[in-house]
């Protein structure tokens, strides 16, 4: 079946520093929709951003993504990273074989510290 | 205001118990989703339905029922509560347009404890 990798737990950061989450993904069907999900202490787990279109850069709230069906990768990065930006991660992979089903990663924790 | 509103938001059960889950969605979507949060495990798949009168297994449903009498509402039952299914679970709905383009939304969860 398909699965979603993430292989930090934890991605500990100084304030301004970069940002790169890596999410590696499987799956046998060429449709792959990445996503990533943030999920802030006391909320939602909510989109961030998402992408289907391969070699294209997609951008959401100074996040960015790129697919990458070559090497089969989505990683999140961020020029420089924000106190706020601490949460956790999620990535997750749908296809046209799940009909909406999202698999998700086991997600990455990122602490921002000044 | 769209929303995604789960019921309870604590619950602490004793073994062997039956707990009840609830959902509600005012989003019209048709797929709604019930998913547990563990450290390690991420979010996990337990039961999803394509609307009312459906449900289907997700990747974990063992030890776990779900009904879907409405559109908007979508239950997780837990007939006989272990302390293994202690966790944080999360109800989601989505409407997958375009193929796989499907934006799940959360519920804020519900912190179960089976004591």
């Known amino acids: 079946g398909d699965s979603v990798t993430q292989k930090e737990g934890l991605v500990t950061l100084t304030e301004g520093l970069p940002v790169m989450l890596n999410c590696t993904y499987q799956?046998?069907?060429?449709?792959?929709?990445l996503f990533w999900y943030v999920h802030y202490l006391n909320e939602s787990p909510r989109l961030l951003l998402k992408?289907?279109?391969?070699?294209k850069r997609t951008e959401h709230q100074g996040f960015h993504a790129t697919l990458h069906k070559s090497s089969s990768s989505f990683h999140l990065q961020k020029s420089s990273a924000q106190l706020s930006d601490s949460a956790l991660y999620y990535c997750?992979?749908?296809?046209?074989?799940?009909?909406?089903?999202?698999?998700f990663g086991h997600g990455t924790i990122l602490r921002v510290h000044p | 205001e769209a929303a995604v509103t789960q019921s309870p938001r604590n619950k602490v059960a004793v073994t062997g118990g039956k707990v009840t889950l609830s959902c509600n969605q005012t989003?019209?979507?048709?797929?709604m989703y019930w998913y547990r949060q563990d450290t390690g495990h991420g979010l996990r798949l337990i039961h999803y339905?394509?609307?009312?009168?459906?449900?289907e297994k997700g990747d974990i449903p063992d030890g776990y029922k779900a009904s879907r009498p409405s559109q908007e509402n979508f239950s997780l039952i837990l007939e006989l509560a272990t302390p293994s299914q202690t966790s944080v679970y999360f109800c989601?709905?989505?409407?997958?347009?375009?193929?796989?383009?499907?934006?799940?939304?959360f519920g804020a969860g519900t912190r179960l404890s089976v004591l």
């Open positions: 339905s394509y609307g009312a009168g459906s449900t």
């Open positions: 997750a992979l749908s296809t046209g074989a799940n009909t909406g089903k999202l698999t």
């Open positions: 989003n019209n979507h048709n797929n």
């Open positions: 799956t046998i069907y060429s449709n792959a929709f």
């Open positions: 992408s289907s279109t391969d070699n």
């Open positions: 989601a709905s989505g409407d997958p347009t375009g193929g796989s383009q499907n934006t799940l939304y």
